[in-house]
């Protein structure tokens, strides 16, 4: 079973939070739907089948993250990771500084859409941006790749502020926001 995808998955979630809060030596417990971990996994399980493939990964994120452990209820899978891997990450990745400044960004109040673009572009002249026409967001963004950041990224205007949500592209097709 090939855990890559999964490991960097849960390090750049624990990248973005500790641009959000903070660096803090904790234990941590990330939520995924099963489809999401299928297709980090690069697999079609059902939850039981997922949960069994997962039975190596604390082995494999061991050196790193700590022994990161799964469990499941229903379709939804809940990913412990022990104070070692938020050390980890703190002490041994580069900080996302993309997220940062986008973290930066999204936390002043008056912040716009047209600022969101701005910094996108920034960083990706060609990124794609996608004017939304449901209810759940106003914007889509992404980077053309190859680019090092893989997520899309729907933005919100909630009038004085702006909200975001990153997915990986497959999760983003499932939720069918478009």
């Known amino acids: 079973m090939n855990y890559q995808n999964l490991e960097q998955n849960i390090i750049d979630v624990i990248k973005e939070e500790q641009a959000k809060l903070g660096y803090r030596l904790e234990e941590i417990r990330l939520y995924y739907p099963l489809s999401s971990v299928n297709h980090l996994l690069n ?20 050196d790193r993250l700590g022994v990161v452990t799964a469990s499941c209820r ?34 002043k109040h008056g912040t716009t859409l047209e600022q969101i673009r701005e910094l996108f572009r920034s960083r990706q002249p060609e990124a794609h941006m996608e004017v939304m026409d449901g209810d759940e967001f106003d914007l889509l963004i992404y980077f053309e ?14 009038g004085l502020h702006v909200i975001y949500h990153r997915f990986l592209p497959a999760d983003y097709k499932d939720f069918s926001f478009e």
């Not at 070692?84 to 930066?104: K, M």
């Open 74 to 107: 229903k379709e939804r899978f809940c990913f412990y990771i022990p104070e070692q891997g938020s050390r980890y990450v703190h002490e041994h990745t580069q900080p996302d500084e993309f997220i940062g400044e986008l973290i930066a960004l999204v936390g």
């Open 43 to 62: 697999t079609t399980g059902s939850a039981e089948e997922t949960l069994q493939s997962l039975a190596d990964f604390g082995a494999f994120t061991a």
């Open 145 to 158: 790749q190859p680019f090092p950041d893989p997520y899309y990224y729907c933005f919100k205007n909630e």
